[in-house]
Nanobody, 118 residues
Framework: QVQLVESGGGLAQPGGSLRLSCAAS????????MGWYRQAPGKQRELVAL???????DYADFAKGRFTISRDGAKNTVYLQMNSLKPEDTAVYYC????????????WGQGTQVTVSS
């Protein structure tokens, strides 16, 4: 069972930066994709960014140009660098990993709070 542990959330001022980390408990070579979703109060969970095992990345429109997803295979860790933060980026951010078994199994982290406020 893949376990994901997130860190790096917290409080940032508008225009500031935060870097989220998501560490997987197992070798991520069997994982086909990892990424981040977020959920703000009263809103649906939405995809922020993802990175495939081949290194392909994709971003939500609101994240393009401000957020960067990357991974460190040696550390089984995926990062989300968030710059130029806005108050509307305030949400709980969830890491996920898609593991290829007979079918794809999606694993979730516990979530980390990001608050953007002056």
């Amino acid at each position: 069972q893949v376990q994901l542990v997130e860190s790096g959330g917290g409080l940032a001022q508008p225009g500031g930066s935060l870097r989220l980390s998501c560490a997987a408990s197992e070798d991520i070579s069997r994982i086909t994709a990892m990424g981040w979703y977020r959920q703000a109060p009263g809103k649906q969970r939405e995809l922020v960014a993802l990175i495939t095992s081949g290194g392909t990345t994709d971003y939500a429109d609101f994240a393009k140009g401000r957020f960067t997803i990357s991974r460190d295979g040696a550390k089984n860790t995926v990062y989300l660098q968030m710059n130029s933060l806005k108050p509307e980026d305030t949400a709980v951010y969830y890491c996920y990993a898609d593991e290829q078994r007979l079918a794809v199994v999606r694993h979730w982290g516990q979530g980390t709070q990001v608050t953007v406020s002056s």
